[in-house]
Nanobody
């Protein structure tokens, strides 16, 4: 059984918006810090946003207020609202989870090596 399943990727014009979702298994959702990472052309996987169980968040510097991470407890789902998208945001976006007690403080949580559970990814393409 897959534990993390992403959806919502697609193609948009620059300046547009997308909302990514990650369906999380019940056992993972209750006990893990959740994050979004991305892999863009020519770059290593980088942290986009992280949210812990109480709802504290942190973002990569490149986000510049354009993206919002959130959790929906009612349906065990992680979201990433992408706004004011740029062509350089094009890439594969991944949902990831790490046991909550392995990450503290949240400001240190943007490193992919901290996460052991990953989804398959959802593609985002932004045209200029």
């Amino acid at each position: 059984q897959e534990q993390l399943v992403e959806s919502g990727g697609g193609s948009v014009d620059a300046g547009g918006s997308l909302k990514l979702s990650c369906k999380v298994s019940t056992s993972i959702y209750a006990t893990h810090t959740m994050a979004w990472f991305r892999q863009t052309s020519g770059k290593e996987r980088e942290g986009v946003a992280v949210i812990d169980r109480p709802g504290n968040t942190t973002y990569g510097d490149f986000v510049e207020g354009r993206f919002t991470i959130s959790r929906d407890k009612a349906v065990n789902t992680l979201h990433l609202q992408l706004s004011r998208l740029k062509p350089e945001d094009t890439g594969m976006y991944y949902c990831a989870a790490a046991p909550y007690n392995t990450i503290s403080p949240i400001e240190t949580a943007l490193y992919p090596q901290l996460y052991k559970t990953w989804g398959q990814g959802t593609p985002v393409t932004v045209s200029s």
